[in-house]
């Protein structure tokens, strides 16, 4: 009863009372809303889903019988699942499909329909509202509009928010700059390493037209540059959102001044915390409570995080996560996409001389993203030998050189002797060194804010 007032109550808001509600909803309600929409949201899957159906069924988990996320034990939903049996997991018809990397470059797929982007639209609309755009914004969304989910997504958002706005893209920063006049753009949004190269030329240029906001997501921002873009653009705020195309859109945001972590949003997930390490950090789970076509139950985002139990000095309840740290398996966000190691493995085997060992390493050079291949060979021609790796890059994954071309990451080609990169008996293909050191292994399991407070 409760879950079924909930939604109507939300589908019904504005931005703007849907944005008022998260900041002042007592936690205590907001947890029994949570609770309440995820007993119906496991129902419904347990009724509607093929997937959920054969999964409860050889586990003998009953969805009537479902209160809290313990109750499922160890039943998650992953990656992997998506990528074998996506259409199994669909409860009703959907109108459009996104897709997004998996770790063996087979794509995920995940299904909408028209009454949930708006649904999406709004929620997305009052994250923008509570970070600081509003009606009388004029905006650059330069987020992908490709198969990717995300500009799709912070468009219906915009449009939801009733502000004027300009669908650029993944586009050469070049090109949104020179227009940041012409249409009085006050917001900019993009993917951080876009952005980072978009401030350089405003840096560059003087920054003759000053902004009041730029958001970014899809990956981390370096540290480094929170401070920096700030002052090229006078005083422009700098605040990340957290999502990707599994969630829909943005399930962490940053609605206050506050850079070192994100608010989450429990009127539309209820997150958990699993996987747990002595020092707090494990990987962070989600259920949809919205969501009726696709909805995903305990799912396994890979991301690493751990809970800011500290209340934020804004005042907002609701559970926060510190910045992601890493991820459990090998995909990389990092150069403006997913990267994973097959497709190096790509890259690399047509070249002659190489031998089989070789690791990607991503690194900051102050606030620039360098993204360096390491290689073994005999070769004495380390330059004919970079010239014919960018080949097979260029050849094989032209956006993932696009990048290199907007100046987005720098690519390196580092040369090492044979038998000198593996110093065990597994070489890890790829290593993230931008942010933080090295994780360490997981131990305890514990619930999110949600079921345990």
């Not at 007993?39 to 409860?56: L, P, Q």
């Not at 292994?441 to 345990?452: F, I, K, R, S």
Request: glycine share 8%; charged share 25%.
């Amino acid at each position: 009863m409760l879950a079924s007032l909930s939604s109507l109550v939300t589908r019904r808001m504005t931005p703007a009372r849907l944005g008022a509600a998260y900041r002042t909803s007592p936690p205590w309600l907001a947890k029994r809303i949570a609770l309440s929409n995820f007993r119906r949201t496991v129902r419904w899957a347990g009724i509607h889903s093929k997937f959920y159906r054969e999964r409860f069924a050889e586990l003998g988990i009953n969805p009537s019988s479902v209160q809290k996320p313990s109750d499922l034990g160890d039943f998650f939903t992953t990656p992997q699942d998506l990528i074998e049996r996506g259409p199994d997991f669909l409860c009703r018809k959907p109108s459009i499909v996104f897709e997004s990397s998996g770790t063996s470059g087979k794509n995920k797929r995940i299904y909408f329909d028209q009454a949930e982007l708006k649904e999406i639209g709004v929620s997305t609309a009052a994250g923008f509202g509570m970070m600081g755009i509003g009606p009388e914004d004029r905006v650059a969304n330069a987020f992908d509009f490709s198969i990717w989910i995300p500009g799709l997504m912070t468009h219906y958002g915009l449009m939801a928010s009733n502000c004027f706005c300009l669908a650029f893209g993944k586009v050469d920063p070049l090109e949104v700059y020179r227009r940041l006049q012409l249409h009085q753009f006050t917001v900019v949004l993009g993917e951080p390493t876009w952005l980072i190269r978009l401030t350089e030329i405003a840096e560059k240029d003087g920054c003759k037209h000053p902004l009041k906001l730029l958001i970014g997501g899809a990956e981390e921002m370096p540290a480094g540059a929170f401070p920096w873009m700030n002052r090229v653009w006078h005083g422009a705020k700098v605040k990340m959102c957290y999502g990707s195309v599994e969630q829909g859109h943005a399930i962490g945001f940053q609605p206050c001044d506050e850079s070192g972590g994100y608010h989450l949003d429990t009127l539309d997930f209820l997150p958990e915390l699993v996987d747990v390490d002595p020092d707090g950090w494990g990987e962070l789970i989600f259920t949809t409570l919205r969501r009726n076509v696709m909805p995903l139950i305990r799912y396994r985002t890979r991301d690493v995080t751990r809970v800011m139990h500290e209340r934020c000095g804004c005042g907002i309840y609701a559970p926060r996560i510190a910045r992601i740290r890493g991820r459990r398996d090998e995909l990389v966000v990092a150069s403006g996409g997913n990267l994973y190691p097959m497709m190096f493995e790509n890259i690399l085997r047509p070249v002659p001389g190489l031998t089989h060992d070789w690791q990607v390493v991503f690194r900051l050079r102050e606030i620039r993203e360098i993204l360096e291949i390491h290689i073994e060979t005999v070769r004495p021609d380390h330059e004919q030998v970079r010239t014919e790796i960018f080949a097979q890059a260029t050849y094989q994954y032209p956006d993932l050189m696009k990048n290199l071309a907007l100046g987005i990451f720098e690519m390196a080609v580092v040369f090492h002797e044979p038998a000198t990169i593996r110093t065990a008996r597994k070489l890890k293909r790829m290593i993230d060194v931008r942010h933080h050191a090295a994780l360490t292994e997981p131990a305890a399991a514990v619930g999110l804010a949600m079921e345990n407070a």
